[in-house]
């Protein structure tokens, strides 16, 4: 397994339209996060699954953003009529289920709206 | 609420020195602590993590930390910099049931030869 791998790893779009990502996690991973993270600051979490069943996404950040996981595998996450305020960079991460199990993450994808 | 501080938004060593970037934790509970390192365009790489076995954690790339629950710190040191230790810094809290990890806003660590 060569790890977290995210696609694409930059993405430039045109406001108004609507982008997705997608994530492979470490396939022994239960556990999918999605994180964003703007210029000078840490990630910020967006949500998260436990094999396909998405348990928190009180924290996407409007209802622009969907995310899924069909079969517990790979995830996507879409954008809807992205907003210039949405480029960032967006990052997946898998780990297992458990307290204190580190979280691995992927290159990123650089969102970048014009 | 579960959060970490990180002080120090930017911090200089000379290649050789002392390196220290501080972390303070705030968590009702005992926390699940986390250092990762940043590359440019990279994702995050898992230097350490406290696992309560013991308060000093030594990770890759020669860092370690130390947990001292009486200051709520969890600082990450290396005894000598160098070059390539050039990177993002962030401390990392998670809940107990580890679904959410709460990252700090990061310390740019730059190395000056």
């Keep these: 397994d060569t790890g977290v791998s995210q696609d694409p790893r930059h993405k430039i779009t045109k406001r108004g339209q609507n982008v997705t990502f997608r994530c492979d996690p470490i396939s022994e991973h239960n556990r999918l996060y999605w994180y964003r993270q703007t210029l000078g600051q840490g990630p910020e979490f967006l949500t998260y699954f436990q094999n396909e069943a998405q348990l928190e996404k009180s924290r996407l950040l409007s209802d622009r953003f969907s995310a899924e996981r069909p079969k517990g595998s790979f995830s996507t996450l879409e954008i809807q009529r992205t907003e210039q305020g949405d480029s960032a960079m967006y990052l997946c991460a898998s780990s297992f289920s458990g307290a204190n199990t580190e979280a691995f993450f992927g290159q990123g994808t650089r969102l970048t709206v014009v | ?113």
């Design chain 2, 1 to 113: 609420a579960q959060s970490v501080t990180q002080l120090g938004s930017h911090v200089s060593v000379s290649e050789g020195a002392l390196v220290l970037l501080r972390c303070n934790y705030s968590s009702s509970v005992p926390p699940y602590l986390f250092w990762y390192v940043q590359y440019p365009n990279q994702g995050l790489q898992l230097l350490l993590k406290y696992t309560s076995a013991a308060t000093l954690v030594k990770g890759i790339n020669g860092f370690e930390a130390e947990f001292k629950k009486s200051e709520t710190s969890f600082h990450l040191t290396k005894p000598s910099a160098h070059m390539s230790d050039a990177a993002e810094y962030f401390c990392a809290v998670s809940q107990s049931t580890g679904n959410q990890f709460y990252f700090g806003t990061g310390t740019s660590l730059t190395v000056i030869p």
